[in-house]
């Protein structure tokens, strides 16, 4: 067990450091830095765990300035992507689920560190399909926020609401 804490307490601390330095990205490095010593299936619950912990308090707020209409179909969208996530988390080898987590957050990360905006984001099926590939991303890896960020970033709304109702789809309230 003190081995598994020796492994864990770093990768937590360098992970909660950039979420509080950037304000998100937490379980997408923690996930990445727990894979290489415990399989996807060790290692998600104990983020997501230890992500929602970590966020309680910025609930209040985010409930005064969340869009609640893009909301709800976010939420809608991630209950029917959960299922299959979790059926990947089960179904795939560790090792396939682990590159997987790696390429994804690779491309997530690309896509946003080139500043793209994704268009037809204005649509009413937008926010139901990006919160389908959450649900899916975060039932199977701990990689949901990517696909939120990516729809709040090229959606029409302002930056409070963006991050207001980010903060509630990632932690379902």
Known sequence: MLDNMAVMVPIVMLAALVRGFSGFGFAAIAVIGMNLFFTPQQSVPVILSL?????????????????????????????????LGLGLLLLLPAELLKLAICLFILLFSLFLACNMRLPHMDKPLAPGLFGFLSGAGTASASVGGPMVVAYMLSSPLNPQQQRATMILVFYRE
Request: charged content about 15%; overall charge positive.
């Open 51 to 83: 992500d929602l912990l970590c966020s309680v308090n910025l609930w209040k707020q985010a409930r005064q300035q969340a869009n609640y209409p893009i909301l709800k179909k976010l939420i809608a969208g991630s209950l029917i992507g959960i299922p």
